[in-house]
DNA sequence: AATTACTCCAACCGCTATTAC
DNA sequence: AGTAATAGCGGTTGGAGTAAT
């Protein structure tokens, strides 16, 4: 492996180191780490580098604060999906799965869990916590107790957890995402999918929903939209 | 002014999944 | 099909900066 037998550095980036493996990066792509830090001859692993160049150098970060509409993206997918922070972090254009995370524990955990207390419960649940029965019925489960347990039964809707259906549909992001609907379903009109607990809001109310049913191809094809420059 | 406590975030670690051979 | 290498993910830690005492 790459520099078997020297020391590899650890902790804090260099500006030097930083430009270096800018440099090989765009050079050589996001591949092959390994690679590129023998080559680069930064004496660092190349798990090392993935990490600087994914969450600080990689071109369309994003820096600076978390704004309020982007926060409200985080607390209802992590509703949704919990700690799955790639996979909110691709949700939010420009920023990464460690920002995510650590905005997470150091802002929303804490205001979720008062929130939580007071009214809210889904705002702090894992994904499962709210599952569908037999019936139109939702039952809560309680994942903090140790034996995981049902703490009640409720008739789903979203009011009921004060979150809007697409709190952010009034948001920057609601033309792109709009943009992209017809190619989701071609025989959906756009005005259909303003309709409430239709289409989109389907997509991304539904506490069953996941991701990996849609068409992968035309999700992935859709990356160019979350480019806001 | 010095010390302690706290917050925030970059970076690391261990594990799993995927890819290449 | 089996194995090794690589990529990706989520949890945790360490240290710098700031606030409180």
Redesign the pocket.
Known sequence: ?AYQGDKL?????LEEEDERLTAFATLLG??????IAILSGLM?????C???W???LRPNLKRG?ISAEEEQIVIQLHGQWG?????IARRLPGRT???I???W???LRKKTREEGNSQSKVYSSKPELLYQNGDSKYSIRDHNSADDHIIGTTDFSLEHYELPCMTYLNSSYETTLYDWIPKLSNDQSQSETHGEGSGLDWCFCDPAWNSEDCDPGSLDSLDSLWDMN
Do not use: I, P
């Open positions: 492996m550095r650890k902790g804090s980036w996001e591949r092959k780490w390994d690679s660092r692993s190349g798990k090392s993935r990490m600087r994914l969450n600080y604060h700690n799955k922070w790639a996979r799965d460690n920002e995370k650590n905005y524990r150091t802002h």
